[in-house]
């Protein structure tokens, strides 16, 4: 396993940890999701089962997040997507010869649908894992909610809020960011379908008692869109309150990406 930096344009450092055999005819990109990071337990999942199955890994950590560099990279939506552009430049660089695919959870199922609209790029194969789709919604409320003054003061005083996950690290989240989940064209749920997404695949896997994304969105979501989607009955947003679930998502990632 290998660790790299690589500059963006602007001069931010996204880092980036590899384990792609030489024998792979393939490699998988990991978007984590929020409050995550490239040390999470779905990239080490990814690196035990992923290189066995002839596809090589890259992890990388997005802005605001990690314990590197990146943190200190502003969490806003376009930053996010540089860096996913800057990753995937690594591995065509690096392995020209070899397929991409994107495994990408919560946030970064979210950001990395955004990224298939507008960004040029050239994996084959998306799957979102827990896909954020309503993503504007868990930052601003649904529609039509009124927020919090309290919420809303301290982000006018300082700038940002700090905010988390249950049971994870809080990130800084800018002003920027919330005002660009208020853009209509970061709704994905309202957009995804614009375009072709450069022919690549998607599909979805969802747990049946998510707390985070309910499943009825995404099962809309994947109807809207003409999506295949697996639902793992009892599974929450991390697929892993059955110890054997996060293989069930491997088998099914890869059988997905060899089609």
């Known amino acids: 396993m290998n660790s790299s930096k690589i500059s963006k344009q602007d001069g931010h450092i996204v880092p980036v940890v590899c384990e792609v055999p030489e024998e792979a005819d393939s490699v998988v990109i990991m978007v984590h999701g929020f409050t995550s990071s490239k040390e999470c337990p779905t990239g080490e999942l990814l690196l035990r089962r992923m290189p066995e199955a002839g596809i090589g890994v890259v992890l990388y950590d997005q802005p605001g997040h990690g314990e590197e560099e990146a943190k200190e990279d502003p969490f806003r939506i376009e930053n996010c997507m540089d860096s ?3 990753v995937e430049k690594y591995v065509r660089t690096n392995w020209p010869e070899k397929e991409i695919f994107y495994f990408a959870s919560s946030y970064g199922a979210y950001l990395t649908g955004l990224y298939l609209e507008r960004r040029d790029h050239v994996g ?3 799957l979102m894992r827990s896909g954020a789709v309503i993503m504007p919604w868990l930052f601003l409320g649904a529609p039509g909610s009124d927020p919090d003054p309290a919420t809303l003061k301290e982000l006018d005083e300082k700038g940002y809020l700090m905010l988390g996950m249950p049971g994870t690290k ?13 853009l209509p064209e970061n709704d994905l749920f309202g957009n995804f379908g614009e375009s072709d997404h450069g022919n690549t695949r998607v599909a979805m896997v969802h747990g049946e008692k998510d707390q985070v994304v309910p499943v009825q969105f995404a099962r809309q979501f994947a109807e809207k869109y003409h999506l295949p989607i697996t639902v793992f009955e009892g599974q929450g947003h991390s697929l892993s309150d059955d110890p054997a679930c996060p293989d069930k998502v491997a088998d099914l990632a890869i059988e997905f990406f060899r089609e």
Not at 170 to 182: A, H, W
């Open 84 to 86: 996913l552009a800057a």
């Open 124 to 126: 084959t194969h998306l």
């Open 170 to 182: 809080q990130i800084k989240v800018p002003r920027g960011m919330f005002e660009d989940m208020m």
